[in-house]
């Protein structure tokens, strides 16, 4: 059979690394999917710019659309990013009764319900493999590996630059002597925060736009995906809550080891009676998980179904080969499947377009998880007391507490850290409201959500 002809939009660090890996893994990619699959024109926006693989063969252009466009191709990977000019790519590929492989969770976030819609009236696929945790297999494991379960909950590191970020401060924490250590923000190893990230941009892991990782942006986009995935709903980019790891201090990460606890950026999303909990927020979760033990760039998914318990899936979630890994599987996919009924495909969420189900993404204040807090309290009778009448009043029952010494030299404050048990976000809202008009802190309460995870 002749090979399938792919075009290819993007030759940076993913692009480049699907074109290393197609060429070495020639073979064996056609022992799999049956017939060759060769990339024949691709574009970039810098043709002069040195690249990682090897171009011979390919015919190269700047203009993507020029690709989208060549009727000899039968499938395009889109790896240029953002959401704009990708959105039009994608949505004239599909209009061109090509299929479409894609790396880009921005724009399956944020317009995945117009290309599925688009791609289903068309009768081609869309595959977005890549999109989420890079090279781990998790929508694949979800949306086919787990289909006999009912999916109760799954909780991600699914950004690699936040989680390199933690994984550093913890470090620095752990140097020190005292684990309080000091209270910069995002410090880490002596290094300020913007070398810490210019070295996950070396990496090739930041985004082109940092604050989608530190601000949790990226793991949102990644978020919202596998919740549709997972749960059978449309695409609700905007309604995820999404808080990043810019506020966390060192002080932060050595109380919550003090207390059993370590930091991670998680992206959380489960199924209540109510509706659905779409969360992306720092986190703290017992040190003895086993995702809490990620370290580094690397990305991991706990997944809770009813039938399989807890699952967990770990990798790198993201670079040049492991992310071409998941475009590759994702051509394979299109190719063995070329050829199929597309109402007998895998549907692209999981769930059958006209089973996807309606129920409502939750508020944060109707959110119900465990809490740390941690307060810059005035040091004399009756301060902590009033803070606890207030978490009382609220309904809020104290799991732990821990008070510092006053730091040498420092002011007459001392810093108090409570860890609650599960309450409503607004009971915690309207408590924190209370506590910081006491006017007996200093500076406002630090909160962080808590989850156990538990299976
Ligand atoms: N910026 C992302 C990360 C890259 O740090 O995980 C992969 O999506």
Not at 13 to 39: D, F, P, S, W, Y
Not at 226 to 253: C, H, M, N, W
Request: glycine share 10%.
């Amino acid at each position: 059979m002749t090979p399938v002809k792919v075009g290819l939009l993007g030759l940076g660090t993913v692009g480049g690394g699907t074109v290393k890996v197609l060429t070495r893994n020639a073979q064996e990619i056609m022992r799999r999917a049956g017939r060759g699959i060769e990339i024949v024109h691709a574009s970039a926006r810098d043709l002069s710019k040195p690249r990682i693989c090897d171009t011979t063969g390919i015919t190269l252009t700047q203009d993507p659309f020029e690709v989208v466009n060549n009727p000899d191709l039968q499938v395009i990977v889109e790896l240029i990013g953002g959401t704009d000019q990708a959105r039009d790519l994608v949505l004239r590929t599909i209009a061109n009764g090509k299929h479409v492989v894609t790396a880009n969770k921005a724009l399956i976030a944020k317009h995945g319900n117009e290309i599925f819609a688009a791609a289903r009236e068309r009768g081609v696929m869309v595959a977005f493999e890549a999109a989420v945790a890079g090279g781990i297999p998790i929508i694949k494991a979800i949306r086919e590996g787990l289909a006999g379960n009912r999916i109760e909950w799954l909780a991600g590191i699914i950004n690699g630059t936040s989680n390199f970020i933690l994984t550093e401060m913890r470090d620095d924490v752990q140097g020190c002597t005292s684990a309080a250590g000091g209270g910069k923000p995002g410090a880490a190893k002596g290094r300020d925060f913007a070398d810490v990230l210019a070295e996950a941009q070396r990496l090739g892991y930041a985004e082109a736009d940092p604050t989608f990782d530190v601000e949790g942006i990226d793991a949102a986009h990644k978020l919202t995906i596998l919740a549709s995935i997972a749960f059978g709903i449309p695409l609700q980019f905007d309604k995820a809550y999404t808080e990043g790891i810019s506020r966390i201090t060192l002080q932060d990460v050595g109380y919550a080891e003090e207390l059993g606890y370590r930091i991670k950026h998680l992206g959380i999303a489960r199924r209540t009676e109510e509706g659905i909990e779409l969360r992306v927020h720092p986190t703290l979760i017992p040190h003895r998980r086993l995702i809490a033990n990620v370290d580094g760039v690397m990305n991991a998914v706990l997944v809770k179904g009813d039938a399989v318990g807890p699952t967990l899936f770990y990798g790198a979630g993201a670079g040049a080969e492991p992310t071409a890994s998941a475009v590759v599987a994702d051509l394979v996919d299109v190719v063995r499947t070329l050829t199929a009924d597309p109402e007998n495909r895998v549907p692209h969420l999981a769930f059958q377009p006209d089973a996807l189900s309606d129920l409502p993404i939750l508020p944060m204040e109707k959110v119900e998880t465990a809490y740390y807090l941690r307060m810059q309290a005035q040091d004399r009778p009756g301060v902590l007391a009033d803070v606890t009448r207030i978490l009382a009043d609220q309904g809020i029952s104290i799991e732990a507490m821990l008070q510092k010494a006053p730091a040498n030299g420092g002011d007459d404050t001392v810093p108090v850290v409570i860890l609650t048990h599960r309450i409503r976000e607004r009971q915690m809202n309207e408590a924190i409201r209370r506590i910081e008009a006491l006017g007996t802190m200093a500076g406002p309460v630090m909160r962080m959500r808590l989850e156990h995870l538990k299976g």
